[in-house]
């Protein structure tokens, strides 16, 4: 089970707005900055926000993202098909000492 | 714009030691931090640890009495070396740059476990 909680699936067709949510406590996302990653089937995770809401240069700002308090959210404006993946949120956990990931969400675009 | 890629056996029988180098080009590795994430088949992602010039590491308290990371400078490599492996250990292993995080990411490598 992960200390950071996603919803194991999302969905939206093409044009729409879909955010992803990723809840934890204040030993992670409450007191340290929160990345996410978009992952497709057999190839390597891409970085998508760093540092709660910074964007990578290359990435559309269709993707955004925000925290508040100890949860963070992933926003995907003007859905297209290609978005169709797996979202992670990931940051540093004070308690456990270490680096934890999401479950991770998958998207389907309908 | 850094690429990053990791290399070694693909095949690691069981109690014996799984060594892995990631090349990084277009960076010099001497200037960042550098980790190493994997993923089991149909599992979620975990972080191993990150290390700076092998002078500074931190490991996943789960991993690290098994772990070591290491650099070479004049390679431009990095490398991981986990300990007495166990089919649980059967994984896509990524290599990547650490900024506050994993940023660029290796391709993967899927390193099974078994005799």
């Known amino acids: 089970q992960s200390v950071l909680t996603q919803p194991p699936s999302a969905s939206g067709t093409p044009g729409q707005r879909v955010t992803i949510s990723c809840s934890g406590s204040r030993s992670n996302i409450g007191g340290n900055f929160v990345y996410w990653y978009q992952k497709f089937p057999g190839t390597a995770p891409k970085l998508l926000i760093y540092r709660n809401n910074q964007r990578p240069s290359g990435v559309p700002d269709r993707f955004s993202g925000s925290k508040s308090g100890t949860s963070a959210s992933l926003a995907m404006s003007g859905l297209r098909s290609e978005d169709e993946a797996d979202y992670y949120c990931a940051t540093w956990d004070d308690s456990l000492h270490n680096w934890v990931f999401g479950g991770g969400t998958k998207l389907t675009v309908l | 714009q850094v690429q990053l890629q990791e290399s070694g056996p693909g095949l690691v029988k069981p109690s014996e030691t799984l060594s892995l180098t990631c090349t990084v080009s277009?960076?010099?590795?001497?200037?960042?931090?550098w980790s190493w994430i994997r993923q089991p088949p149909g599992k979620g992602l975990e972080w191993i640890g990150y290390?700076?010039?092998?002078?500074?590491?931190r490991y996943n308290p789960s991993l690290q009495s098994r772990v070591t990371l290491s650099v070479d400078t004049s390679k431009n490599q990095f490398s991981l070396k986990l300990r007495s492996v166990t089919a649980a250990d059967t994984a896509v292993y990524y290599c990547?740059?650490?900024?506050?995080?994993?940023?660029?990411w290796g391709q993967g490598t899927l390193v099974t476990v078994s005799s």
């Open positions: 277009g960076d010099s590795i001497s200037s960042y931090y």
């Open positions: 990547a740059r650490w900024d506050g995080g994993p940023t660029n």
């Open positions: 290390t700076y010039n092998s002078a500074i590491s």
